[in-house]
Nanobody, 128 residues
Framework: VQLVESGGGLVQAGGSLRLSCAASGFTFDDYAIGWFRQAPGKEREGVSCISSSDGTTYYADSVKGRFTISSDNAKNTIYLQMNSLKPEDTAIYYC??????????????????????WGQGTQVTVSS
């Protein structure tokens, strides 16, 4: 299983970035891809998730209305469009995958321990 994030960088507050997660090598019947972030000295927290079976999306309250998760199945790539960025969005952003039984929904979309495989992360820094 390989998950490779890209698209991080330095941006001013109010700006935008689009993160990409190239996923390969897993054969789950159904799965969910999640985005997480970890700021220095803080726990890794769930940001967003998308279900492979029906495209249902989930967001943490802190990013609702600003971040959008999407997928391009032809490219096996999941995106996180981040708008109206704030300094508190500064963190390393990770994508991760959790396998799901066929036909079952995502019961724990933003729970770190529900995910089986992780990427290496990409740094996002938002300056004030």
């Amino acid at each position: 299983v390989q998950l490779v994030e890209s698209g991080g960088g330095l941006v001013q507050a109010g700006g935008s970035l689009r993160l990409s997660c190239a996923a390969s090598g897993f054969t789950f019947d159904d799965y969910a891809i999640g985005w997480f972030r970890q700021a220095p000295g803080k726990e890794r927290e769930g940001v967003s998730c998308i279900s492979s079976s029906d495209g249902t999306t989930y967001y943490a309250d802190s990013v609702k209305g600003r971040f959008t998760i999407s997928s391009d199945n032809a490219k096996n790539t999941i995106y996180l469009q981040m708008n109206s960025l704030k300094p508190e969005d500064t963190a390393i952003y990770y994508c991760a995958v959790q396998g799901l039984p066929r036909g079952m929904g995502v019961s724990r979309p933003l729970l770190r321990h529900a995910y089986n495989y992780w990427g290496q992360g990409t740094q996002v820094t938002v300056s004030s």
